[in-house]
């Protein structure tokens, strides 16, 4: 027995020392991961150290960087001890085809494949490339590049009887809806697009680059559509609430002067799109590029040989997720349903009790397009 227990002692003195030895092989290196994942199940990407219960995409990671050897179970406690940064905190059930991650970590052989091992099939690293030491992924991200997947009967008038599985989108509503997401390219302040920032906040201007809806496709009986936006840098529940008032638009609940009135001070009701479509596509490092990558020591941060195992990713995992929920548990569905609850007119109201009289000519006068405001 007490050979059993020396030759055990022997052999976690040499495990020991083999990790010292891999330790000093692979020295920390900072890096950024390009993640995918499916959000479904999730409450977000960010780690959450005061709540275990809401288990979220770092932890799966974190986990599984700790398992391979990656990282030391420490810096798994202590997320600042590897100066791990993500370059967009996605909310609850949303997906990622193109998340960054920067950390530093072990640059052991075969590293990729190690920490896949370790995660779930609905979460995959794709791709690592070295970058240098101060590099922040969130700080040094000049754009982020979303899209929305949607059921198209979403853009269907209110007052038309729907089957949603007969439903196609025309043309001319199609040409609506783009003319209203065009609305918001350049900067506007959004704060009613989100929760907890005052109108005269300078963190809720935003700057807009691009919004568009493609065209619309039929996956299982059912017509669904893509909405792009790509922005400087997003809000908490921004773009849900900026497709949710376009489409309380084109169903007829809203006037369409609710969109200029939504960027000016007063309080405007703006609904929430739910959370299933929504996909972080790509983050953009044009001027990190610019700068290091092509200085001989570190690559630019494009991802062109990995966009076909993106692409798989989002056939494999993200999409049937979205068309899957949906046909299940008909989230756009019910969600339309609580439309007629919102009221588009509150803030009008209240001006209505100051002055009776200013608030009918303020709305006759109200514009119907979207202004010109552009950066």
């Known amino acids: 027995e007490e050979n059993g227990h020396q030759n055990k002692r022997l052999k976690s003195d040499a495990d020991e020392e083999d990790a010292e030895d891999q330790n000093k092989k692979s020295p920390k290196r900072k890096i950024v991961l390009l993640m995918a994942y499916s959000g479904k199940g999730y409450h977000g990407m960010q780690r959450n150290n005061r709540s275990s219960q809401f288990k979220t995409i770092e932890d799966d990671l974190v986990s599984a960087l700790v398992q391979s050897g990656c990282i030391p179970e420490n810096h798994g406690e202590d997320m600042k001890k590897m100066s791990f940064q993500r370059c967009a905190r996605t909310d609850k059930g949303v997906s990622a085809a193109g998340q960054i991650v920067s950390l530093k970590v072990r640059l052991i052989d075969d590293i990729l494949e190690k920490i896949n091992n370790h995660l779930p099939s609905h979460i995959r690293i794709l ?32 007052d038309h009887e729907v089957q949603e599985e007969l439903y196609r989108l025309d043309r001319e509503t199609l040409e609506r809806v783009n003319k209203l997401l065009a609305c918001y390219k350049g900067t506007h302040n959004f704060h009613n697009f989100t929760s907890q920032k005052g109108p005269r906040d300078p963190s809720a201007k935003r700057y807009i680059m691009e919004m568009y809806c493609g065209e619309p496709f039929v996956r299982e009986n059912m017509e669904f559509a893509v909405i792009k936006v ?16 376009v489409i309380a638009i084109v169903k007829g609940y809203a006037a369409e002067s609710i969109m200029e009135r939504s960027w000016g001070e007063e309080k405007v009701d703006v609904p929430k799109a739910p959370g299933l479509g929504l996909v972080l596509e790509k983050v953009h490092f044009e001027k990190y590029n610019r700068r290091f990558g092509n200085d001989g020591l570190h690559e630019p941060l494009e991802w062109t040989e990995e966009e076909e195992k993106i692409a798989v990713f989002k056939e494999q995992y993200i999409y049937p997720t979205i068309i899957n929920t949906e046909r299940e548990e008909k989230s756009m569905a019910n969600w339309l349903n609580t439309l007629p609850i919102h009221d588009f007119n509150s803030s009008a109201v209240e001006m209505q009790t100051n002055n009776k009289n200013s608030k009918k000519s303020s709305d006759l006068e109200a514009s119907d397009g979207c202004g010109d405001d552009s950066d």
Request: net charge positive; hydrophobic share 35%.
């Open 230 to 245: 790509k922005g400087q840098s997003f809000m908490m529940h921004q773009i849900r609430k900026m497709i949710g008032l």
């Open 127 to 158: 791709g690592l490339k070295r970058v240098t030491g101060g590099f922040n992924s969130k700080n040094k991200c000049d754009a982020r590049t979303y899209s929305y997947m949607l059921p198209t009967f979403a853009f269907a008038h209110k």
